[in-house]
T-cell receptor, first 110, second 112 residues
Framework: AQRVTQPEKLLSVFKGAPVELKCNYS??????LFWYVQYSRQRLQLLLR??SRESIKGFTADLNKGETSFHLKKPFAQEEDSAMYYC????????????FGTGTRLQVFP | GAGVSQSPSNKVTEKGKDVELRCDPI?????LYWYRQSLGQGLEFLIY????????KSGLPSDRFSAERTGGSVSTLTIQRTQQEDSAVYLC??????????FGPGTRLTVL
């Protein structure tokens, strides 16, 4: 079965602390993995995708096929990182439907 | 440029009534998706249109839900005989070939 699991509903850290939002997936084949972010009162937007292997707003995520994980990391959290983060997968090329995890709310305190 | 737009932004209806939700995708995007965001279920895929291909309806929760995409552009999601469990934010997204999905602001549906 296709599934994305985000075990933490809420993650609270202080500004400057490291952050890791966990994501595990189950998929038969080679999925494409994404992190989407939704800031307060804004629309859902792409943060990063594993094939790009880039860092966006200081966030990185490495696809670990052995552990079927795609954890999102940032070494030093900022208050403006407070948002809802969704891990998602798609079957091919990013144009197939997205299967989302239930999301993790990140709160960064000053 | 203009992003994905959805209307109405909010819709309150009575149980048993039909509702129509509209999505205007980004011009030139061939793929269009509908998702539902609810407290209990998170973000769920509903239906996917790609060009002239038959839509992928595998996520529609019941036969009360249907969607059309006219002329390869605007899409309408219709929910017949609404139930309270249909209350959610309905999100539309569009995508060019082989690229990122761009989401609209959503329509918040409340069924009383």
């Amino acid at each position: 079965a296709q599934r994305v699991t985000q075990p933490e509903k809420l993650l609270s850290v202080f500004k400057g602390a490291p952050v890791e939002l966990k994501c595990n997936y189950s998929y038969s084949g080679s999925p494409e993995l994404f992190w989407y972010v939704q800031y307060s009162r804004q629309r859902l937007q792409l943060l990063l995708r594993h094939i790009s292997r880039e860092s966006i707003k200081g966030f990185t995520a490495d696809l670990n096929k052995g552990e079927t994980s795609f954890h999102l990391k940032k070494p030093f959290a900022q208050e403006e990182d407070s948002a809802m983060y969704y891990c998602a997968l798609s079957g091919r090329g990013g144009t197939d439907k997205l299967i989302f995890g239930t999301g993790t709310r990140l709160q960064v305190f000053p | 440029g203009a992003g994905v737009s959805q209307s109405p932004s909010n819709k309150v209806t009575e149980k048993g009534k039909d509702v129509e939700l509209r999505c205007d995708p980004i011009s030139g995007h061939t793929a269009l998706y509908w998702y539902r965001q609810s407290l209990g279920q998170g973000l769920e895929f509903l239906i996917y249109f790609q060009g002239n291909s038959a839509p992928d309806k595998s996520g529609l929760p019941s036969d009360r839900f249907s969607a059309e995409r006219t002329g390869g552009s605007v899409s309408t999601l219709t929910i017949q005989r609404t139930q309270q469990e249909d209350s959610a934010v309905y999100l539309c997204a569009s995508s060019p070939d082989s690229d990122t999905q761009y989401f609209g602001p959503g329509t918040r549906l409340t069924v009383l």
